[in-house]
Nanobody
Framework: QVQLVESGGGLVQSGGSLRLSCAASGFTFSRYTMSWYRQAPGKERELVAT????????DYADSVKGRFTISRDNAKNTVYLQMNTLKPEDTAVYYC??????????WGQGTQVTVSS
């Protein structure tokens, strides 16, 4: 069955770094645009970063530009989110999502990232 399994979250001090991974199975990973979203307590889920099928064009939320980098390895069916210079406001549950137009999409279960000040 389809699975997206995030890992790499945890507790880090402000200014620190984390690398999230999302391992995919059960579908043709290379045909899906991959994204990272996050949801902080009491807030709506927001798009953090997106990467196209070939790992080409990427897009980022303004709040993370210059600090986060999304990448993918189609041979390993995995998408990554390198997060540097973390801030307390980056604290959230981070989710990966796979999209293939027009209406095929999958979500992971999320991984908690907590940044202490």
């Amino acid at each position: 069955q389809v699975q997206l399994v995030e890992s790499g979250g945890g507790l880090v001090q402000s200014g620190g770094s984390l690398r999230l991974s999302c391992a995919a199975s059960g579908f043709t990973f290379s045909r899906y645009t991959m994204s990272w979203y996050r949801q902080a307590p009491g807030k709506e889920r927001e798009l953090v970063a997106t990467i196209t099928t070939t790992g080409g064009p990427t897009d980022y939320a303004d709040s993370v530009k210059g600090r986060f980098t999304i990448s993918r390895d189609n041979a390993k069916n995995t998408v990554y989110l390198q997060m540097n210079t973390l801030k307390p406001e980056d604290t959230a549950v981070y989710y990966c999502k796979a999209d293939r137009a027009p209406w095929s999409f999958y979500w992971g279960q999320g991984t908690q990232v907590t940044v202490s000040s």
